[in-house]
């Protein structure tokens, strides 16, 4: 199912969730501040993203490379992979 199809409804209805409110999921973390290789990569290609409007727009142009930055800062302990299983 394509992102823009997904409804938080549909996922309980589908999957028989259970939401909890009011206590954190994930333990509190300091921020963290992009490099600036990162802000200018984002200036570029935020406003195409933005303008294509499609999945694969936000993917290639914000979500890679915030998962790529995530790898460069984590001194490569994770691996990122494209649409063909390409350990980048």
């Given at each position: 199912m394509p992102y823009s199809k997904f409804t938080?409804?549909?996922a309980v209805e589908d999957f028989q969730l259970t939401i909890v409110e009011g206590?954190?999921?994930?333990p509190e973390?300091?921020?963290?501040?992009?490099?600036?290789?990162?802000?200018?990569i984002l200036?570029?290609?935020?406003?195409?993203?933005?303008?294509?409007?499609?999945?694969?727009a936000r993917s290639e142009g914000i979500i890679?490379?915030?998962?790529?930055?995530?790898?460069?800062?984590?001194q490569g302990r994770i691996s990122v992979f494209s649409g063909e299983e390409f350990n980048v």
């Open positions: 938080l409804s549909k206590s954190r999921f994930l973390i300091p921020s963290v501040t992009p490099t600036p290789l990162l802000q200018d200036k570029e290609t935020l406003p195409w993203a933005i303008a294509v409007s499609s999945e694969k890679n490379p915030v998962l790529l930055e995530v790898k460069r800062q984590l």
